[in-house]
C-alpha cells in the first residue's frame, strides 16, 4: 500500500530564507509523485510532479524538488522565501497503473516579514 | 476558460437532512473525484469515477452517495447516515486512464451542521 509522511504540520521561515518541506514515500512499485499548494478556502493547484526521468524536478514560482529512491524521499524547497508562499503544501503519490492519488497531511507555511 | 465548478461554497445540514453538493467541469475529463479534507488529515478519497455511469468507493465512502449521468457532473450526497460531516469538500477531475496527469481541483464546498 501507498503512503506519504510529511515531516512538520507547521514551518515558519523568514521572508527571503530557505523553505525546506520534507515528504516521504512508501510505495511497492515506482511512483509518480507531486506537490499541490492551497491557499485559504481555496482548492488544490500542481505545483510540480515527478514522473520518469531527471530527478530534480522544477516547478512553478521558482519552487522544486528532488527524488531520491533511495532515501523514499521528494523534499520540497525554494532558495528564497517571499510572502506571497504563504499556503499549505501537499505531497502526493500514484503508483504508475494506479488510478488513486494518495496525500500527505500536508504542511503550513508561514512567512515572516 | 475551462475549469470545474463546485457549489454551494457554504452549506449548512440540519441532523437527520440528506444534502447534495455539485461538481460540474467543462475540461472534457473522464475520471472525477471527492475528496474530504479535515485539519492535519490531508485528503482522503470518498469516491471516485472513471467513466460515466461507473463509480467506485475510495477509503471513506460510509454514509455518502454519488451518481454519473453525465460526463461533465459528478454530485455528491451527504446523507443522514455520515454523522460526522463538517469538513471542506473538493471536487477534482484528469483527462482518465492509469496515467501520470495531474488533477484539476474546484475550490471546494465547507459544509457544517446546524
Known amino acids: 500500500a501507498q503512503s506519504v509522511t510529511q515531516l512538520g504540520s507547521h514551518v515558519s521561515v523568514s521572508e527571503g530564507a530557505l523553505v525546506l518541506l520534507r515528504c516521504n514515500y512508501s510505495s511497492s512499485v515506482p511512483p509518480y509523485l507531486f506537490w499541490y499548494v492551497q491557499y485559504p478556502n481555496q482548492g488544490l493547484q500542481l505545483l510540480l510532479k515527478?514522473?520518469?526521468?531527471?530527478?530534480l524536478v522544477k516547478g512553478i514560482n521558482g519552487f522544486e524538488a528532488e527524488f531520491k529512491k533511495s532515501e523514499t524521499s521528494f523534499h520540497l524547497t525554494k532558495p528564497s522565501a517571499h510572502m506571497s508562499d504563504a499556503a499549505e503544501y501537499f505531497c502526493?503519490?500514484?503508483?504508475?497503473?494506479?488510478?488513486?492519488?494518495?496525500f500527505g497531511a500536508g504542511t503550513r507555511l508561514f512567512v515572516k516579514a | 476558460d475551462g475549469g470545474i465548478t463546485q457549489s454551494p461554497k457554504y452549506l449548512f445540514r440540519k441532523e437527520g437532512q440528506n444534502v447534495t453538493l455539485s461538481c460540474e467541469q467543462n475540461?472534457?475529463?473522464?475520471?472525477m473525484y471527492w475528496y474530504r479534507q479535515d485539519p492535519g488529515q490531508g485528503l482522503r478519497l470518498i469516491y471516485y469515477s472513471q467513466i460515466v455511469n461507473d463509480f467506485q468507493k475510495g477509503d471513506i465512502a460510509e454514509g455518502y452517495s454519488v451518481s454519473r449521468e453525465k460526463k461533465e457532473s459528478f454530485p455528491l450526497t451527504v446523507t443522514s447516515a455520515q454523522k460526522n460531516p463538517t469538513a471542506f469538500y473538493l471536487c477534482a477531475s484528469e483527462r482518465g486512464g492509469p496515467t501520470n496527469e495531474k488533477l484539476f481541483f474546484g475550490s471546494g464546498t465547507q459544509l457544517s451542521v446546524l
Open positions: 502526493a503519490v500514484r503508483t504508475t497503473g494506479g488510478f488513486k492519488t494518495i
Open positions: 515527478y514522473t520518469t526521468g531527471a530527478t
Open positions: 475540461l472534457n475529463h473522464d475520471a
